[in-house]
């Protein structure tokens, strides 16, 4: 009986510790206003990296050929081909295993 109580007690902690995971913090977590140092106010990938000013004008922008379509849809579906390929193989693996004990279990004597 002592043994279940004491699997109760850990399953309970457990359950309690994992459960701050979801909960927003305290007034003890949280930094009072006088002791946050300022941020900066641009959150911009380009801010972050150090990229003050970005210069976009090298890039063109103009509809594809028809030629040039075929061609993207042709690497595209050769692509998704050799991953659903992939995907297959690798699911073929990873169901030998259960093949084998199926057959042991249904043919064996």
Do not use: H
């Not at 002592?2 to 007034?27: D, H, K, M, Y």
């Not at 042709?74 to 699911?91: C, H, R, V, W, Y």
């Amino acid at each position: 009986m002592s043994r279940f109580i004491s699997i109760i007690i850990a399953i309970v902690a457990i359950l309690a510790i994992t459960a701050q995971a979801f909960v927003t913090p305290g007034q003890q977590n949280v930094v009072s206003v006088s002791q946050r140092t300022p941020i900066a106010t641009s959150k911009t990938a380009a801010f972050i990296f150090g990229k003050k000013n970005e210069d976009l004008s090298d890039i063109e922008s103009r509809d594809m050929t028809r030629e040039e379509m075929v061609e993207l849809n042709k690497k595209n579906e050769d692509i998704m081909n050799m991953e659903l390929q992939a995907m297959t193989g690798f699911s073929l693996v990873l169901s030998l295993p259960i093949l084998y004990l199926c057959w042991v279990a249904f043919f064996s004597d």
